[in-house]
Nanobody, 121 residues
Framework: QVQLVESGGGLVQAGGSLRLSCAVSGSIFRISAIRAMAWYRQEPGKQRQLVATITRDGSTDYADSVKGRFTISRDNAKNTVYLQMNSLKPEDTAVYYC????????????WGQGTQVTVSS
């Protein structure tokens, strides 16, 4: 199994920054099978939205709503994935989830418990 633990959420004013972290732990065999990591977010009553992805070879992709403001990165030595969020807006308020994919395509196999990000206006 693989465990994902997010941290770094909180309350920030509009225009501010936060950095989310996702620590990956568990079976070395299963961790080595991870093809991509992703960050999602979900507002109350809305569907979960894909925010950013990073593949095993370092390729990244972002939702249009966060391009130029958010950066996904990883530290392989620490088994940690980050989401640097700058120029935050009230509409970025959501629970942010980290996810891991072991198969091609958008389906994630493992999920973290989520961390709340609240941006005040």
């Amino acid at each position: 199994q693989v465990q994902l633990v997010e941290s770094g959420g909180g309350l920030v004013q509009a225009g501010g920054s936060l950095r989310l972290s996702c620590a990956v732990s568990g079976s070395i065999f299963r961790i080595s099978a991870i093809r991509a990591m992703a960050w999602y977010r979900q507002e109350p009553g809305k569907q979960r939205q894909l925010v950013a992805t990073i593949t095993r070879d370092g390729s990244t992709d972002y939702a249009d709503s966060v391009k130029g403001r958010f950066t996904i990165s990883r530290d392989n030595a620490k088994n940690t994935v980050y989401l640097q969020m700058n120029s935050l807006k009230p509409e970025d308020t959501a629970v942010y989830y980290c996810a891991a994919r072991t198969k091609p395509g958008p389906t994630s196999d493992y999920w973290g418990q989520g961390t709340q990000v609240t941006v005040s206006s």
